[in-house]
């Protein structure tokens, strides 16, 4: 009988990973000026002095913007956990402009990638990447530039949010405006851009810090972390773990003992019918995923 010799076809190759387009995630030192010049000109208070008025103006622009980036920018463009009229909400999108952390389009894009990508290469800000990176570096490169209308289209069909996006510098001009005429050179060098320094970092830290350190309550399948003091600082931003396991919710701080300025303050406009329809988590949803006593991380 007459042998059959087969030959085992061999796999092919595989296709090589497409490399990272060349200089995406470098800094783009001549675009990053303004943002270090800002870093440096609190420090002309020296000359200015930190007078009364302007100290008082740097406390409360800091809180206040903090607000409208905690529950505009990000609890209701980025995640839609409650609902307001078209005045008040382009109110929320103006407001949170004076904070110069770009239009409300461009941050709620790329904060609903991070939670779809969440520490995948695909996510924006991951720590994965280096915690500078996670922390500001995103912001300073050319990668993130450009907004996907197309990813936050139930916000761009309104012709004055998409105003608003594109003229997002009108914000901080005219509140560094206000901040002079009112208190002088102090008053823009410490109300205005001491508090925006400050009120940057703040923000940045539930970027990297709450991915890094803090507690666990909720098995997700990212590194978001619960932190107290960033939470103090943010208004209630810190809870992230809490907020990685249910995304929806307008409370971040799901007990009474997680403190969260942020929820407070949107129960007030409630009240008075300024928004509506404040999502909270579910007893089902507080169950779920639990971890016992709450992993520590560092």
């Known amino acids: 009988m007459a042998s059959t010799i087969v030959l085992e076809r061999q796999p092919e190759p595989a296709l090589p990973t497409p490399p990272p387009e060349p200089g995406a995630e470098r800094i783009n030192l001549v675009t990053s000026i303004p943002f270090f010049i800002v870093h440096l000109l609190p420090l002309l208070a020296v000359f200015t002095g930190f007078d009364g008025r302007a100290v008082l103006m740097a406390v409360v622009f800091f809180w206040v913007r903090m607000f409208f980036i ?5 609890r209701y463009f980025a995640h839609r956990s409650y609902k307001m009229p078209r005045i008040p909400q382009a109110i929320f999108a103006f407001a ?13 894009q790329h904060h609903r990638d991070h939670h779809k ?12 990447k280096g915690f500078w990176w996670s922390h500001v570096g995103w912001i300073l490169s050319d990668k993130y530039n450009d907004t996907d ?6 916000f761009h069909q309104y012709p004055e949010i998409r105003f608003i996006d594109r003229q997002n510098w009108m914000g901080p001009w005219a509140l560094g405006a206000f901040t002079f005429l009112v208190g002088g050179w102090s008053g823009l060098i410490v109300g205005f851009f001491l508090s925006t320094v400050l009120l940057w970092h703040a923000t940045f830290l539930v970027n990297s810090v709450s991915h890094v350190f803090g507690r666990r309550r909720f098995e997700t399948p990212d590194t978001s ?8 600082l943010t208004g209630g931003e810190g ?16 007990y009474w003992w997680e403190i969260d300025t942020t929820y407070y303050v949107l129960r007030a406009l409630a009240f008075v019918r300024v928004v509506s329809d404040l999502r909270r988590p ?12 709450g992993a520590f991380a560092s």
Do not use: C, M
């Open 70 to 74: 905690t529950a505009g920018y990000h």
């Open 96 to 108: 949170g402009t004076t904070a110069a952390q770009k239009g409300p389009l461009w941050w709620a």
């Open 117 to 128: 990508y969440a520490d995948t290469e695909r996510d924006p800000h991951s720590p994965i």
């Open 149 to 154: 209308f197309d990813a936050i289209s139930d």
């Open 225 to 232: 972390r619960n932190s107290l003091l960033v939470a103090l």
């Open 239 to 254: 809870w992230h773990n809490n907020h990685h396991h249910y995304a929806p919710s307008a409370r971040q701080g799901f």
């Open 282 to 293: 579910s007893e089902k949803v507080l169950s779920q995923r639990r971890i016992a006593k």
